[in-house]
């Protein structure tokens, strides 16, 4: 309690001293403790948009869920997507407590999906259109997404970090899952290595643009320096789109499959993998809801909404009288 | 006891020959009761009412697929074909699901303006779920050793099913106004085809001589008097009588809605003929 009377007093560039003291040396912020605005705000937009990721992520995969090709495949896929919505409601509470002093809850994130005010991974603004696409989301947006996600299992922030382990976990499954379609795909007939063939085709610019801009001239705006400044994430963009190839692209050749760069070689000097930058102009726009998908899964996303108001309503009556 | 091995491919296991008919008429009712039910709630991935109902309806969706491969798989068993193709490749006039587990969540398609309405849904599988559970009571007692010990396998997990749309059913049904309307009108359509769930069709009488199910009119009362509470609860009246409103899915007939079914849960499986997947 003293010490607690202590810390009231001081001014805000003390706490916010202490505070950087702390995360430097390691400890881990939880929801309650006192946090810089900016830190909050940067931790708010990033999980709620992580949540909401995950949320319309359950989409593209969705599609494919009541067609999987086999009994063991259905229930697979359908694990699968069920864990998604798992970890966006995971995601949701982690944010709903960072929000709670600003006044703020779970339905103004969902409120602010559907009105665009809050944006959604690139990659699930990508069309799916056939079942390779949905082995592939598994495999390489999967595995991508635990490069970024155990970029951050050490974050700063203790209920987020503990979040990313269980939701790290899942995925190492979820990636398991979808090699294997790969990989009875790629061991197929002729129509089905040409399907695959042509899922990666569609999927190798989203999966390089996954990881985000090199650097904020590229796009003009980039959160990875305050993220790292905070200790949430350590390593840039660039880092994790190296190692996401030093792990995947030798895979993909093993698998007799051609990556859609012809510039695409390790260059041993550097050290490090040379490739075609994709077109971070259009990422701009898929990350606006201008992708080829965004505005019809935003509707479908809305129609469920609207359609199901007089349960919410009805929900909330049940409670109130209760 | 007379074999008739040659008839059958890879060494398959037998019932009594002459009760097999019947045996193999029952375990498609069940499977594809099932596997039509599950399929429809996965339709349902992604738009339910809130998240956490979403991830809940999700999990049982998958029992229920589960469940449906389990019987599929005592077919293969029996010498009816591999499970996988007795589940995505049988046409629609061949399909013993009653036609109430295939009729659609509401207008509109899974991915685009799908208008699902969730009343029918809650009811739908609140009675279903119900009938299941009284008929997996007496599948329990089975003659075929191999289906009693699947229904006791299924058992354990039907619980969890049967409160989970309990607790909808009442609670949306005693809410105020709009969901009490919406919820009483879909209690009315559910019943009107709910004798389709309930009978056990024309070999209904063989699957009783065979000791392989109770009567229907046994089930049929049990199911009922399962319900009867939950009405009480509620405060509405019994929506009897029970009909085949659609048409009667353990002879063959079905609905529009299954063929649609059918194509879009067979789109991969007939892609490339033969393949593995």
Known sequence: MAAMMTFTRLSDEEKYERFMQRIEAGEKIEADDWMPDEYRVTLIKLIAMHAVSEIMGALPEKEWVPKAPSLRRKLGIMAKVQDEMGHGQLLLRVAEDLMAPLGKTREDIIEDLLNERLKFHNVFHMPAPTWADAGLIGWLVDGAAIMTQTNMLDASYGPYARALKRICAEEVFHAQHGESIILALAEGTKEQKEMLQEALNRWWEALLMFFGPPTADTTGTSKQDITIKYRIRTKTNEQLRQDFFTKYVPRIWALGLKIPDETMHFDKEKGQWIYRQPDWERFKEIIRNNGPKSQERLELRRTAYKQNAWVREALSAVRTAG | ?277
């Open chain 2, 1 to 277: 006891m007379e074999r008739r091995d040659s008839a059958m491919s890879e060494k398959p296991i037998h019932f009594h020959p002459d009760g097999q008919e019947a045996l193999v008429e029952l375990l498609f009712q069940l499977a594809d009761d099932d596997f039509l039910l599950a399929y429809r709630g996965s339709e349902w991935l992604g738009l339910a009412p809130h998240i956490e109902e979403d991830i809940a309806f999700s999990s049982i969706s998958q029992d229920t697929m589960g469940h449906a491969t389990m019987y599929y798989q005592l077919l293969e068993d029996l010498g009816c074909g591999s499970a996988d193709e007795l589940a995505h490749a049988r046409p629609a006039s061949a399909r013993r699901n009653a036609v109430l587990l295939e009729r659609a969540n509401g207008p509109g398609h899974y991915l685009r303006e799908p208008r699902y309405d969730w009343a029918f849904t809650v009811v739908r599988q609140y009675f279903y779920t119900q009938a299941k559970r009284v008929r997996l009571e007496s599948l329990t007692k089975s003659s075929y050793a191999p289906l009693a010990e699947v229904a006791a396998k299924i058992q354990v997990e039907l619980h969890y099913h049967l409160l989970h749309w309990h607790t909808w059913f009442v609670q949306l049904t005693n809410a105020p106004l709009e969901a009490r309307t919406r919820m009483t009108k879909a209690i009315q359509d559910v019943a009107a085809d709910f004798a389709g769930v309930l009978t056990l069709g024309a070999k209904g009488t063989e699957m009783v001589r065979w000791g392989l199910i109770d009567e229907e009119k046994v089930l049929t009362e049990n199911t009922i008097a399962a319900l009867a509470p939950a009405f009480a609860e509620v405060g509405l009246d019994w929506p009897m009588p029970f009909g085949m409103k659609h048409g009667n899915g353990r002879n063959g007939e079905h609905t529009p809605d299954l063929d649609e079914a059918l194509a879009t849960l067979s789109e991969v499986y007939r892609a490339v003929p033969h393949a593995i997947w």
